[in-house]
């Protein structure tokens, strides 16, 4: 008998283009389902067991960690939902802020990942920076988020707007004195000067910055950045 009876391979379910991402999959494999963009897995369904350790699960430790009373959190790049699904998991009473470009992306998110069964979120689509500027336009106060997390990947592409120093002086404003900045950045070798470049600029506006290198799968690994406002 072939040991490989019985498996089955990932299967497509759904393929579409948008403007911001351009090819996006909805891919299934067993139990899992993944978005996938530029072949970077972008969001996987919460109940998959690869999600505590791969960069969502970790986002989570991190949190617990450094943000156990944690009420007020906001996430840029909202891409299927896993994320959100998590915090709300993990943090039932906390209202959940989520900003993404991509209707397109919001839509899958909605279709294939029950975001709407997230109680306590809201979902802006609109471009992050102006977001985080113009917040009071959102109903978002200056310094009312107890965490902020930037995860704005289009693919492997981190955009030039994640590395501004006008768009991290907007993050801290709304932030809460005590609170959290993570963002998280791809790690793998063709990044990693520029991300450590990226670090080297947090560490002179933020406090206390760490990081976390989460194994992935290959050609896949993640960092995670955090600190708190100066």
Known sequence: MNIFTGIQGPKVI????????????????GNTLKVKVDNIDQSLNPDSPACARLYWGKVIEVLKENMPEMKNVMILGL????IAHLISRNFP?????????????????????????IPNLQVIV???????????????????????LVDIYVGQKYPELGKS?????????????????????????EHQDDVNTFIDYLENQLSNVKCTVVAGYTNSDNILIYGRPL
């Open 79 to 82: 891409g299927g939902g896993t």
């Open 165 to 189: 120093g006008n768009f991290v002086a907007a993050l801290k404003k709304l932030m809460n004195p005590h609170g959290l900045l993570i963002f998280n950045r791809i790690y793998v070798d």
């Open 93 to 117: 009473n906390t209202k959940i802020t989520a900003v993404e470009v991509d209707q397109v992306m919001v839509d899958i998110a909605n279709q294939y990942f029950e975001l709407g069964s």
């Open 126 to 148: 609109d471009d992050a920076m102006r977001v985080v500027v113009e917040s009071d336009k959102y109903g978002i106060s200056e310094h009312s988020l107890d965490a902020i």
């Open 14 to 29: 759904y393929e579409t283009e948008s403007k911001y991402n351009g090819h996006i999959k909805v891919v299934q494999f």
